[in-house]
Each structure stands twice: as C-alpha cells, then as structure tokens.
C-alpha cells in the first residue's frame, strides 16, 4: 500500500481513543488494508507514555491479524511453493503482528553466507564429520544459540523472530533454524520426527547423522534415539526417525503452542491455533 500522509496518520492515531463501535469497525476495515510498516507508522505517533492507547492498537492489530491467519494458513498449505521459513514466520505473526518477518529473513540469509564462508575452510572438504561440526561451531559457540532449559514451556520458545532474538529456543525452533541456515546453502539437513524431542539429520551417503540442536549440536546415534524412545515408555518405530514434510513441522509448532495454552488455562489462544491446524489440514 502507498504510504499515508503525516496528518492522515495522525487523524487514525486520535480514531483509536473513540469509543463508538461503528467508528471502530471501520477504523479496523482500513487497517485491514495497511501493511506492517504503515502500522508501525501508526504507531510511532501514539504519545510515550500513553500506555492505554497502545495496548488497545495492538490488541486491535493483533485481532485482525489471527483473524487473517487461518485464510493465510489455508493459502500456505495449498501452495506447493510454500517454504517452512514462511510457515514459521506465519506463527511468528500469531504471537507478534507488527514483526517485520523481511529483516529476519535477512538475518537469515546473512547466517547462511557466513557459514558458507566458514565451510570453505574445512580442512577436508566434503567430510561430511567435519561440515556437522563447522555447523556446530558457527552455530552454538559463535552465535550463541542453547536450548531454554530454565523455561522450556514459555511461549516464546516457538516463536522464531523471539528465539533469533534471544538466541534460545526449544527443540523444534532450534532445529527449524539449523535446517533454513543450512539449507539456504544447499545442505542436505532434514527433520527427524522423534516424539518430545524434535532432531535434524544430515542425510549423507551412507547413514545419516543425527544432531540435537537443543543439545547445541550433540551428536545422536540410533540407540540414543532407541534409549530417549524407551525412556517416553514408548515402543520404538522406525518412522521415528523420518524426515517431516514443512506441513507436519508446522503442525507440531502448533500442537506444542496448544498444549502449552491448554495447560495454561489460554483457551482462547488454544481455539485460535485449533482453527490454524483445522485451515491447514483442509
């Protein structure tokens, strides 16, 4: 959308004190229309200090945008086209409408090349050993990324914009983002959908090698796996260690965000993502 003149944003900013439902209903039709940076725009001219007034524009943006969700959800499923990064920006937005989903993207891209550049001075060049733990290093030690033991239930850990913030995550965000870095670069990294403990595999000519992220970058064999399956008191499924499609990585997002709403007591949170998955699956 073309940007709005300074006096336009103004008059929408003194809209949002009204208290008039027919007001408020077509001040939502137009911002409807407006994209991140004109409502970051809107919000740049609330007064500081004025608290009240930005909780309701971001409780008014963020209700617009779950309601656009499951529309976008729907369109991101039915294309085959769509990549997991969008997908997972998608949740992102859930939690956070005004992100701007581009400058992660970027952040992203920025990782994948600096890699690049760090894997060209592996000292065995297709050492398939040796690029894990160039990824490892890159990863864990020079970014920083661990995984959220103290509050591995937060919210937040599934949300990527937050966990490349804090550069702490649980298993599936952190493995989500070991997969978009590496993958960007033509890396042949793919989930593994073990239950509890999502993993990635580096899928090599011979065996694959398993990797916990969460873990920063440990190194999982088979009967680890087996051992962690046998701990769930679960009986062991080779399937447990195929590789998700981007839909099914998704849905465990969700299912995770879910049951942490519903044993929070969040149900509206939880009946929002429900609907999300219902999109999805349809």
């Known amino acids: 959308m073309n940007a709005l003149p300074k006096s336009e944003i103004k ?7 009204t208290n008039d439902e027919s007001t408020t209903s077509l001040l939502k039709e137009q911002l409807k229309t407006f994209d991140i940076k004109l409502l970051k725009e809107i919000e740049a001219e609330i007064p ?3 608290d009240s007034l930005r909780e309701g524009f971001l409780s008014l943006i963020t209700e617009i945008k779950r309601e656009k969700l499951k529309e976008e959800f729907s369109r991101w ?13 998608l949740i992102a937005l859930f939690n956070n409408p005004l992100i701007d989903t581009e400058n992660y993207s970027k952040i992203l891209d920025k990782w994948s090349l600096e890699l690049k550049q760090h894997l060209e001075k592996v000292k065995v060049p297709g050492d398939v050993t040796s690029i894990v733990n160039e990824i490892n290093h890159f990863l864990f030690m020079e970014l920083g990324f661990k995984g959220n033991k103290k509050d591995y239930y937060d919210p937040s850990n599934s949300f990527i914009d ?19 870095v590496t993958n960007k670069i033509g890396l042949p990294i793919k989930g593994v959908n073990m239950p509890a403990h999502f993993l990635v595999q580096y899928l090599d000519t011979f065996e694959p090698i398993y990797v916990d992220p969460f873990g920063q970058g440990e190194i999982v064999t088979r009967e680890v796996c087996k051992d962690r399956i046998k701990s769930l008191k679960l009986e062991w ?16 997002v969700m299912q995770n965000l879910i049951n942490i709403y519903n044993d929070t007591g969040q ?6 993502l429900e609907s999300y998955i219902k999109a999805l699956k349809t």
């Open 162 to 180: 937050v966990v490349i913030d804090q550069k702490s995550g649980n298993p599936i965000l952190l493995s989500i983002i070991y997969m978009l």
């Open 77 to 89: 499923s039915g294309n085959k086209l769509s990549t997991l990064e969008e997908g997972i920006f």
């Open 237 to 252: 499924q080779e399937s447990y260690l195929t590789a998700p499609t981007d839909k099914q990585i998704i849905l465990r």
């Open 11 to 17: 008059a929408i900013t003194k809209l949002l004190k």
């Open 267 to 272: 149900v509206d949170l939880k009946e929002c």
């Open 48 to 50: 500081k200090g004025d």
